[in-house]
């Protein structure tokens, strides 16, 4: 593997600079890259809101109404069609699935079943379908009811729709890249970066904007209308035209908004605005016979439930243009209402499930400490690397460091990758185990050093033998970082994708970089020894010790003792999360993201806040569950309360104004709102993320060695995931998607302990034959201890950092990683070992390489030992 081929120096400089190229354009002013010739890559990083500011909202379409409709329409279709054919009928009626309607004369029953059956209609891409079922009943009734394949095609077409017509609205105030992407079924994601301001954007969104053209019912008197006393086939709709009092209106739409094809702010007979509107061919010739054929009567035009006017037409309106005045409509109200008829009308109306918001102010805030921590993580790794493996081998891994942090940034930059503040997480923890690897090959190197192998073997040795752990090792950080993607959401996905390409391109740069570099220095020097082998004396300023040359520990003896303290801190951590059992997180201390509630950040610059004041306005608005904490030193501070109804954004709105009114200088710098239904949603899909990552390592370990290597590795892992529920139920840590993303890193990190000391013993099984498993697993593990504290040692470096200027938002998640690093060695050594122990393993009755063990002290030793 030592061999300096082309292709593997070719790659390397390639990869290196197509990392480089487009890097660059992430520390380069907007000005230099506007000016960039066009083949020169000139995308920086892709900031989430967190970074940048903005506003993420998930809607919902709301398919349930939109059925209600279509059977609403239906029925109406029935009336209809009843009673051009001359079939007398009693009204109607639709039960939620389907609409009835009972024939007075049984002899017109077949005619009428021949009427309806003209009703269905084939449903969109798949024509043997048909989206109506028309059925005889009891009785002389006759039963219409929406297919399955009706309805999922209409729910399909609507979010369709919808997302279509959400992205016109918001191009429309000129929003600056906004996202918009489907989620789920019926679901839809919104960011709209700088939009610092969610009000207008969630009324632009969800603004139904139906604009129907209806009769007026002139038969029904304007107290019989107040009075909710009509006929079949009316309604009551305010008319703003006359100060809000009920119409009546034929429920029967004549044209719709669907066949407009402009709209446009004009002004009326009076100089006041008006909304001038233009029809399609086929919406010109149907309001052209409307309104010839109903000269002398009034209609109404109606807009999302609203009656702007309701005229008497005064002769036919051909050209299918016309004018919509009155109302009182202001100027801003008649622009606003333009651009919504031009952008469409949404087909079923939108629900505000989840908001964030993040002033631009507190996104580069977030982006300077964020910038801080990754700076001083970097530092932290490159010292101690230097000082554990000298300015030779240490500067190599530096070098593969840093290779591997431009890798890692040019490729987001391609990718269009969303870097969030969690992401930073991600990069900060990928840089503080991008040194493993190289950790695993220079250990591996010494190693074969103190079995008296050759320079070159010993190099060769050492990226031989390490690459199957090394493969092992990140394949399980790959998978739980695959599962935070496909099961996460929000921030916890940018965390995921930075992960998943934080391990590929550091398993990149330390195992081919680092074996060019190796191999051009052996080139060069012709070395008799290799620098970081025990026989060789300290250099002029001396490198740190983190063990001694030859670890004789005896793990195993203390495994009882470590096996019952173990039990009493899981049964206690058990404990103090399920008590008190308070839904639904027990005794965990849940954020809003699996509760549902809200959170707000609000700030009086430089004038002190009264939190007493504070508790009393937001008790004096009806909340449950309110908490307020004083952060900024007395001029900000954090409330989190429960918004419980069917509209929780609203009453934050409502909740903000009475801020507002008690204190003028507020400014509010973090929203966030998440609904009951998507808090149960994102609290399972946590929970599954967390069984699915333990389920997954039990096979993968089970495929790759045995099955008690396979529940070792998930009995550890159980004891590492409930520990740090009791963590966070101990010191109340906020419990929240971070909190989960925290415990599957913790989940991949430990499995990746846990497999090195595993690949071990499994070379050592194969090794010494009849060495008892006690001092297999002992000797194991003392193998790899140098790597253990090494590796473990700089992450805890870099999370440190993180910890202390990475901010309220990734404290729980920084500690939490901490505490993992240590229960995540610690579970390897003396519970995922142990088991092994307990259950034993099928030992290979081949014949064994025997080698010197360098004065290993177990129970027995190898018959012979290589002179």
Known sequence: ???????????????????????????????????????????????GLDLQGGSYLLVEVDTVALQKERLNNLAEQVRTDLVQ?????????????????????????????????????????????????????????????????????????????????????????????????????????????????????????????????????????????????????????????????????????????????????????????????AFDGEGSRIFGDITRQNIGHRFAIVLDNEILTAPVIRGAITGGKGQISGGGLSQEEASLKVKLLKGGALPAPLKFEQQRTVTAELGADAVQKGAVATVIAVICVVIFMLLAYGFLFGGIAVVALLVNLVLLIGGMSVF?????????????????????????????????????????????????????????????????????????????????????????????????ISQVLLAVWFRAARPKTL???????????????????????????????????????????????????????????????????????????????????????MSHQGLKGVQVQGVGGGTAAQMKFETPGGDPIAKVEQVKLALKKEFPSATFSNTEVVGAKVSGELLTGGITALFLAIALMMVYIWFRFEWQFGLGAVVALFHDVILTFGLFALFKLEFDLRAVAAILTIIGYSMNDTVVVFDRLRENLRKYKKMALRDLIDLSINETLSRTIITGVTAIMALTGLAVLGGETLFSFSVAMIFGIFIGTYSSVYVAAPVILLWGVNRNQGDAEVVDLGGFKGNKKPQTDLP
């Open 1 to 47: 593997m030592m061999t300096l081929s082309r292709w593997k120096v070719g790659l390397v400089l390639i990869a290196t600079l197509l990392g480089i190229l487009f890097s660059v354009p992430n520390f380069l002013p907007q000005s230099v890259k506007d000016s960039l010739p066009g083949f020169i890559p000139a995308k920086g990083l892709n900031l």
């Open 85 to 277: 054919e001359k079939i007398i009928s009693t009204n109607p009626v639709s039960d939620g699935t389907s609409v009835r309607v009972r024939i007075t004369n049984a002899n017109q029953v077949d005619a009428a079943f021949a009427a309806l059956n003209r009703l269905p209609a084939p449903v969109p891409n798949n024509a043997s379908a048909r989206d109506i079922t028309v059925s005889r009943g009891p009785d002389q009734t006759i039963v219409l009811a929406l297919t399955d394949a009706g309805i999922r095609a209409t729910s399909v077409a609507a979010v369709d729709t919808s997302i279509e017509i959400v992205r016109r609205r918001i191009d429309e105030l000129g929003t600056k890249e906004p996202s918009i992407a489907r989620q789920g079924t019926n679901r839809i994601v919104v960011e709209a970066p700088g939009e610092s301001d969610p009000e207008q954007l969630k009324e632009v969104i969800g603004t139904t904007a139906q604009l129907t053209f209806h009769m007026v019912d002139e038969s029904v008197t304007p107290e019989q209308a107040a009075a909710g006393q009509l006929p079949p086939g009316t309604k009551v709709l305010p008319d703003a035209s006359a100060g809000g009092q009920p119409l009546a209106i034929r429920k029967l739409s004549l044209v719709s908004g669907k066949n407009l094809v402009n709209a446009t702010v004009e002004r009326d007979e009076y100089n006041q605005p008006a909304i001038g509107f």
């Open 416 to 512: 269009q990758f969303t870097l969030t503040l969690p992401g930073i997480a991600g990069l900060i923890l990928t840089l503080a185990m991008a040194v493993d690897a190289n950790v695993l090959i220079y250990e591996r190197m010494r190693d074969e050093m103190r079995a008296g192998r050759k320079v070159i073997d010993a190099l060769d040795a050492g990226f031989s033998r390490a690459m199957e752990t090394i493969i092992d090792a990140n394949v399980t950080s790959l998978a739980a970082a695959i599962i935070m993607w496909s099961l996460g959401a929000g921030p916890v996905k940018g965390f995921a994708v930075t992960l998943v390409l934080g391990i590929v391109t550091s398993v990149f740069s330390a195992v081919l």
């Open 531 to 617: 620098p970081i082998a025990d026989n060789v004396k300290p250099r002029a300023w001396p490198l740190i010790k983190v063990l001694p040359q030859k670890t004789n520990f005896t793990f195993v003896k203390f495994a009882r003792l470590a096996g019952f303290l173990s039990v009493v801190a899981v049964a206690a951590s058990l404990f103090l999360a399920i008590y008190p059992a308070t839904p639904p997180c027990g005794g965990l201390a849940c954020g809003v993201d699996f509760k549902g509630g809200s959170a707000l950040d609000i700030s009086t610059g430089t004038q002190p806040l009264d939190l007493a004041k504070l508790r009393e306005t």
